[in-house]
């Protein structure tokens, strides 16, 4: 079973940027599709960004079109998310998965908490 391990979140001031890691143990990493998904307090899990298994096609939610970049380095089994001018309703704890279906067991999250 693939592990997944998210880092990189912390606390910024509006308007500043974080990159995150999301490290996938085991294989088949590089098969899938990889997506980020972010979970705010009350509220339910969502989509924020995917990235097709090769990296050649990106989405991203429209809230954050234009600030976050989703990649990938299959030879780490690693997918990044690259967030500039944060807002504070990005404040969430961030998860990566496969997409469409979230196919691996969740890990821990990562914090990300904006302040005006």
């Known amino acids: 079973q693939v592990q997944l391990v998210e880092s990189g979140g912390g606390l910024v001031q509006a308007g500043g940027s974080l990159r995150l890691s999301c490290a996938a143990s085991g294989s088949g990493f590089s098969i899938n599709a990889m997506g980020w998904y972010r979970q705010a307090p009350g509220k339910q899990r969502e989509l924020v960004a995917t990235?097709?298994?090769?990296?050649?096609?990106?989405n991203y939610v429209s809230s954050v079109k234009g600030r976050f970049t989703i990649s990938r380095d299959n030879a780490k089994n690693t997918v990044y998310l690259q967030m500039n001018s944060l807002k504070p309703e990005d404040t969430a704890v961030y998860y990566c998965?496969?997409?469409?279906?979230?196919?691996?067991?969740w890990g821990q999250g990562t914090q990300v908490t904006v302040s005006s």
């Open positions: 998965n496969t997409y469409p279906s979230s196919r691996w067991d």
């Open positions: 990235i097709t298994s090769g990296g050649g096609m990106k």
